[in-house]
């Protein structure tokens, strides 16, 4: 399938699972830096495609439609610094307890930011 590489590439799914699971906890546990991620991404994407009009009748015609797309493609990218990181912890993880502990915290760290992040949130609409 990968012929043209001219190295091998090996991946080990247990590493990328715990990489995955550290960073959705993390994605979790850190909601508010994520949704601020996410807004300072959408604004950015917002002023870079102003630029790209030359007049302000299409600018104001097409608005709804590319602010929109800004946002949706704000929200995916704003989930990448969050695997950086949760590869980051992952690798911490192994290297510090050994290979077999990177899902097991994986999972129980994800478990404890959930039900922080929907204490947060219960509490938070209560005021």
């Not at 990177?102 to 039900?115: E, P, W």
Request: charged share 15%; aromatic share 12%; glycine share 8%.
């Amino acid at each position: 399938m990968f012929d043209w590489i001219p190295f091998r590439i090996s991946i080990d799914s247990a590493t990328v699972a715990g990489a995955a699971l550290w960073s959705l906890a993390l994605y979790l546990g850190l909601s508010p830096v994520a949704d601020w991620v996410t807004l300072q991404l959408n604004r950015w994407f917002n002023f870079a495609e102003q630029f790209l009009y030359t007049s302000t009748e299409a600018l104001e015609r097409d608005r709804k439609g590319w602010e929109s797309q800004n946002a949706f493609l704000a929200s995916l990218l704003s989930i990448v610094p969050f695997l950086v990181a949760g590869a980051v912890c992952n690798g911490l993880i192994e290297i510090s307890l050994g290979r077999s502990w990177g899902i097991s915290t994986g999972i129980l760290a994800t478990m404890a930011c959930g039900i922080y992040e929907l204490g947060r949130r219960t509490s938070q609409s209560s005021q």
